[in-house]
DNA sequence: AACTTTTTTGCAATCGATTGCAAAATAAAT
DNA sequence: ATTTATTTTGCAATCGATTGCAAAAAAGTT
């Protein structure tokens, strides 16, 4: 077993076995060219004396550091950690590791990570944008190097580089189908900065399903900031106070949405019934506020997954980083009661 | 600027330069030896050649990776999220990457994370148990080739790991003092995994106050499971089917103590006027659902940070490992509306 | 037994940065 | 102008794993 101390390099091994470290480097990784009893002897003396691959020798002399860079806003929802998992699960299997960090809703600080992923020579980003990210120059020394970048969720339009995310515009637009199916005709939508795909897409959906029934896109009625608590709250109160009252909320994510219903019914109104609730992204808190969230799910896992294959694929063949553009992923419409003002039939 | 294609070294900015590689790696890194002059020409001429130094190659020459590795339960609440952003705040502060992944509550991942990191040949590891761990041999490698390992938050009584994490006990009885103070007497504790010191110090905490209030610990009123949603729900239920009936719920986490609120209301009785009900970690759902919480805050960016410090100072100062024993954090008993019976004063 | 073919192995250079030690260049002192 | 002290620089080995090429060993043919 591992001794204490110094480290087990192929050379000690070579030594104890009498062999050279050309074919204990072979034999450790299974080439086809060494003799199967060699191999046998090598990994049990492996084993034996505590052997660990030194990483940085085989990456300096591959040029190559195994590790997939990933850049988020933040890593504080249930999405997020998903969606790590789903990547994690891809990545080991194929021998890769990860370097994740978080943006923390800022530019500065992506860009910063950007450049620390660069450094440390990551062979290929994963990258979901920050709120206020303005343009993406700082994602230009990839590609220069020819290292994939590959964009999820809060994606952005370029022809250099793939993205995956779902299809923020139809699941908004069957969102907003449903609430004016339910009768409501002055609906709001809030929502987040018009830079984030994620955001103008739900704008967009949610414009269009207000046209395909006929009805009147008031401005007044599309308020954005930046959704946190406070402004959820400030949004709802300016809802309240409008003449003549809207009917129906439909906020770009669950927490905002959810403050609002709190806020609503602060003012002794009932959601559904005076006013009713729609949120983005199926939280947790979804099911916990009362009435429960009606909200678009969409599975982070798998998004993942996807993402993280598509960038072991571009190391897997390169050049063909012009074949895969972008992938839609499926979304789903959750009803709950917060949006239910016919009974259910 | 940064040129396509090729890597340049530290050979090519001495071929340019005329000098020795020997002088360019010194001037890099702002050797005291090395002349004023050459060091501007020769960060002048990196820059202008795009140089970027090769991680590999110094830390195979170093025997050090820079890197830290930090394995987590779960990525998914504000709580971690805090606790990796202050971790990065310190650790990039002096130089240092993170490799970060999570066991999803297993100790089978945790064991293979700890084995990927102790592969990758990290620094260091910050450590927060899983659910289910029952042992922490997988940390034995670290330790025998000196690598310090520090716990936080979930973490294990050992003379060999230094610890942080907050008095989970005090916290507890605070609350669960409270709790008396509000009139209540018969106190369900819904708790998770003993082997878990925040589970296990919470039960005592529970006890004692008890205890110390002359009210008697019924074991039928500890109800351990996984702390899901639908244990939350099978444990609520359970409690609204005691004879008598409990006045109140301390629940070991914030989630589970939502969902025994929600299912308690959907049984038609009041909270807290039928059973008061607390939580533990002020999670952001603690104030969406209604009654908003009572719970424990504590803070994980501060957490973060000192578990980022304690590893840090350990690899400044080796061989200081027994200096830090273990590091108490203060926590925060938070009163909302879901444990107030009386009328606040 | 001599020769050809096939398997196995080893030599030695390479991947870049680092650093102890000594040499060279410069400055200071005589 | 010499000698001594001080700054600056460079040489060359080192950190381990990898791999093209050639040599050696084993197996197969005649």
């Known amino acids: 077993m591992a001794e204490t101390g110094k480290e087990i390099t192929i050379y000690d091994i070579a030594q104890k076995l ?3 470290a050309a074919t204990v480097s072979r034999g450790l990784k299974d ?14 003396t492996a084993n034996e004396m ?9 990456n300096l002399r591959n040029r190559k550091s195994n590790i997939i860079g990933v850049i988020v806003p933040r890593l504080n929802s249930n999405f997020m950690s998903d969606v790590i998992a789903g990547i994690e699960k891809v990545v080991n299997k194929a021998g890769y590791t990860l370097f994740i960090s978080q943006s923390l809703e800022l530019m500065q600080n992506e860009v910063s990570n950007a450049k620390a992923m660069f450094n440390n020579r990551v062979d290929g980003v994963l990258v979901s944008l920050a709120y206020d990210t303005t343009n993406i ?3 230009e020394f990839f590609t220069k190097r020819d290292i994939p970048v590959v964009f999820f969720d809060r994606v952005i339009e370029h ?11 139809k699941a908004a ?8 199916e339910q009768g409501c ?13 994620v955001y103008a897409d739900r704008t967009r959906g949610y414009q269009q399903a207000l046209k395909d029934n ?9 308020i954005v900031n930046d959704l946190t608590k406070e402004s959820a709250i400030a949004a709802a109160k300016k809802v309240l106070g409008m003449k003549p009252r809207p009917d129906a909320i439909f906020a770009a994510n669950d927490y905002c949405a959810v403050n609002c219903i709190l806020e609503i019914k602060k003012a002794g109104l009932k959601v559904p019934g005076d006013i009713a609730v729609a949120g983005f992204n199926n939280d947790q808190m979804a099911c916990v506020v009362e009435p429960h969230l009606t909200t678009i799910d969409y599975k982070g896992f798998e998004m993942g997954e996807f993402a993280a294959r598509m960038i072991i694929n571009h190391l897997a063949n390169p050049g063909e980083l012009q074949n895969t553009h972008s992938l839609i992923l499926r979304s789903e419409l959750i009803i709950r009661e917060s949006s239910l003002k016919k009974p259910a039939i």
Chains 1, 2 share one sequence.
């Open 185 to 197: 005709k002055r609906i709001v939508h809030i929502s987040g900065d018009q830079r984030r795909n």
């Open 137 to 139: 120059e700082h994602f």
């Open 214 to 222: 006929q009805l009147p896109f008031d401005k007044e009625l599309l």
């Open 50 to 58: 505590g052997y660990r691959s030194n990483s940085f020798a085989s």
């Open 173 to 180: 637009y069957s969102l907003v189908s449903h609430l004016i």
């Open 159 to 169: 022809a250099k580089y793939p993205s995956i995310c779902i299809d923020n515009y």
């Open 18 to 20: 009498n062999i050279s």
């Open 31 to 44: 080439h086809p060219g060494v003799n199967k009893n060699t191999k046998r002897k090598i990994l049990a």
